[in-house]
């Protein structure tokens, strides 16, 4: 008897070493699957003018001669589509009665503070004429478009705003005038003016 259940627990034994093994060997089956080398990388947004560091400059500027123009082209080169605003500063007491008007349009061949090959956009933004984004006095423009949150919209008017996509380019004509209605109190008085166009991603 002691023989027999010696061998029967050797027989178990074996089993269960058997079964042991069996389940090492099946537990290291294994199957992977890759996507390798994913890239990421950000997109851009870049804006620039024409200007060159140059600027508009108008001295000596008498009541009712005709008006100052100088253009401006700006071009996008960023890779994601944009929304651009154009807003500004300024300082001293000459921009209450400056007058500025702004033309959206393009040029054939821009060379700032140059208009010789400017063409106003043919669209009536603002009922004030073929590409007319502003009218109004200088020291208005600075108050009511301060950054770009407030900032004048490109092409502005019911369902006219633009994004701009990469090379994108607009022109723009600013006309300065000192009106004949300037009274004595603006004699010697100056303005200067800081215009930015800011671009941000849609």
Not at 48 to 59: C, K, Y
Not at 102 to 118: H, L
Not at 130 to 137: I, K, L
Request: glycine fraction near 8%; proline fraction near 5%.
């Amino acid at each position: 008897m002691r023989t027999a259940r010696k061998v029967l627990m050797s027989v178990l034994a074996v089993a269960l070493a058997a079964t042991a093994i069996a389940a090492a060997t099946w537990s290291s089956f294994s199957s992977t699957t890759a996507n390798p080398s994913n890239g990421f990388s950000a997109g851009t947004v870049n804006i620039a003018d024409d200007d060159a560091g140059a600027t508009f400059s108008l001295p000596n500027m008498t009541p009712g001669y005709p008006p100052a123009t100088g253009c401006i082209q700006v071009t996008y080169t960023g890779s994601l589509n944009a929304a651009v605003h154009l807003y500004g500063s300024s300082t001293g007491g000459l921009a209450q009665y400056l007058n500025l008007s702004i033309t959206r349009g393009s040029e054939s061949a821009p060379s700032f503070p140059s208009c010789t090959t400017f063409t106003a956009d043919a669209t009536n933004y603002i009922g004030l004429g073929a590409g007319v984004v502003y009218s109004g006095t200088l020291a208005n423009f600075m108050t009511n478009y301060s950054s770009f949150a407030n900032g004048l919209v490109d092409a502005p008017g019911s369902g006219n705003t633009k994004t701009w996509a990469t090379n994108d380019a607009h022109s723009y004509e600013f006309t300065f005038t000192l009106p004949s209605s300037a009274p004595a109190a603006a004699q010697g008085l100056s303005a200067t003016a800081s215009l930015n166009w800011e671009a941000q991603n849609t």
